[in-house]
């Protein structure tokens, strides 16, 4: 399949049928008589909103119906969007290093950006070897290239981060925004195909765990 419904994921052969020039008709899912995917017709905002609303059927759109199918792979926006990210999450402990050490070096830097890519293998890794364990014998293929792209996509309030930085804050702002990021990768993974049937809340919480771990075997070893 290519495209699927945003209510019930199961597949569809298109989203809308286009009479004419600026005239297109949504189409209905024939297993939940429901408009596959009433995004198509939304505007960027409403698309963010959503985002925001933590609204699982935005990712399926966003995956699936938005993009060109991917038998393997990772699409490279998704590549450029997680560079960032770590780069993003490297400055700000490169940042905070500056409590302890008045002039951090840019080799600690470039090892902090390594810190970041064993904590982010160390997050997927483990819900990618659950989901196999869980939904092997429902799904002959798991396509596990979406569920690294479901995670990088609902992480998209890590710059937020940088906030903290630029103004201080009463509340705990980070425990906050680490919160949201957490509820949207438990959404993302309920919203692919192969993991809906998963238990993706315990598996985050699992997950989240060995990456803290990972953080203070590699915080240790930090020159």
């Known amino acids: 399949f290519t495209m699927i419904c945003v209510e019930c994921g199961r597949p569809v052969n298109d989203v809308y049928k286009e009479y004419g020039v600026g005239n297109i008709r949504l189409t209905r899912c024939q297993y939940c ?14 698309i963010i909103l959503d985002l925001l609303l933590l609204r699982p059927q935005v990712y399926r759109h966003l995956l699936f119906n938005r993009m060109h199918y991917l038998e393997y792979g990772i699409d490279v926006r998704y590549i450029k969007i997680l560079t960032v990210f ?13 409590s302890v050490l008045p002039n951090p070096s840019v080799l600690q830097y470039l090892l902090l950006c390594l810190v970041s890519c064993i904590e982010i ?14 939904v092997s014998h429902a799904y ?7 569920l690294i792209m479901a995670i990088i996509l609902s992480s998209f309030a890590k710059p937020f981060l940088l906030l903290m930085m630029v103004w201080p804050y009463a509340v705990p702002l980070n425990t906050m925004i680490n919160i949201f990021i957490f509820s949207s990768n438990v959404v993302a993974l309920k919203g692919t195909p192969s993991s809906s049937s998963c238990h993706s809340l315990p598996l985050l919480l699992a997950s989240s765990l060995r990456s803290s771990l990972a953080l203070e075997s590699s915080r240790s070893v930090a020159p």
């Open 140 to 146: 002959a293929i798991v396509k596990y290239n979406y």
């Open 86 to 98: 770590l780069f993003f999450e490297s400055y700000i402990k490169w940042f905070g290093m500056r």
């Open 33 to 46: 008589n429901r408009f596959a995917d009433k995004y198509v017709e939304h505007e960027m905002v409403i």
């Open 121 to 134: 293998s160390a997050f997927i890794g483990p819900i990618a070897l659950a989901v196999r364990a869980q």
